[in-house]
């Protein structure tokens, strides 16, 4: 089989005290996400996407959250390692199409500069690079601003 494809998934806790990044991006607001990383959700449903299609686990495999090692992490650091990973098995990814779920505060602002650094780190242009921003309606943990949560869908290929 030539292509691949993986979803990715990932929810973090907002709490105060803590920067808001979101694709790599520093977005102003009064709380941030709480992760043994820099809590990067979007970023994180992207690497468990790229796994995912090559069935080699999970985030939590390369980076546990029991290696201090990985605290406060950049996500865009740990994104390409995974790049790397899938780049050195002889695969590429095609294009990403992902979703942030959050109330607040509005992304739209923010996406074109989140989608060109994650094309950045994988070495892609930003038209292959995917981000949408949608409200969870006031329904739900997301709903009641108690945490930010992000989907990812990966195209891979073979090169």
Same mark, same amino acid.
């Given at each position: 089989?030539?292509?691949?494809?993986?979803?990715?998934?990932?929810?973090?806790?907002?709490?105060?005290?803590? +920067?808001?990044?979101?694709?790599?991006?520093?977005?102003?607001? !009064? /709380?941030? %996400? &709480? #992760?043994?990383?820099?809590?990067? =959700?979007?970023?994180?449903?992207?690497?468990?996407?790229?796994?995912?299609?090559?069935?080699?686990?999970?985030?939590?495999?390369?980076? +546990?959250?029991?290696?201090?090692?990985?605290?406060?992490?950049? !996500? /865009?650091? %740990? &994104? #390409?390692?995974?790049?790397?990973? =899938?780049?050195?098995?002889?695969?590429?990814?095609?294009?990403?199409?992902?979703?942030?779920?959050?109330?607040?505060?509005?992304?739209? +602002?923010?996406?074109?500069?989140?989608?060109?650094?994650?094309?950045?780190?994988?070495? &892609?242009?930003?038209?292959?690079?995917? =981000?949408?921003?949608?409200?969870?309606?006031?329904?739900?943990?997301?709903?009641?601003?108690?945490?930010?949560?992000?989907?990812?869908?990966?195209?891979?290929?073979?090169?």
């Amino acid at each position: 089989m030539n292509i691949r494809i993986g979803n990715g998934y990932d929810i973090h806790r907002l709490v105060g005290d803590r +920067p808001l990044i979101l694709g790599g991006v520093n977005i102003p607001h !009064s /709380l941030g %996400l &709480l #992760g043994h990383s820099d809590a990067d =959700v979007l970023t994180h449903a992207i690497m468990d996407a790229m796994l995912g299609a090559l069935s080699l686990g999970d985030i939590g495999h390369y980076f +546990p959250p029991t290696e201090a090692e990985w605290a406060g992490a950049d !996500s /865009l650091v %740990l &994104l #390409g390692k995974v790049h790397d990973l =899938v780049r050195s098995l002889g695969w590429r990814v095609g294009n990403i199409d992902s979703v942030v779920v959050a109330e607040r505060p509005k992304l739209k +602002p923010h996406i074109d500069n989140m989608r060109s650094k994650i094309a950045h780190v994988l070495q &892609l242009e930003p038209n292959q690079v995917g =981000v949408k921003a949608t409200t969870n309606e006031k329904l739900g943990p997301v709903g009641r601003e108690e945490g930010i949560c992000a989907y990812a869908v990966v195209l891979l290929s073979r090169e």
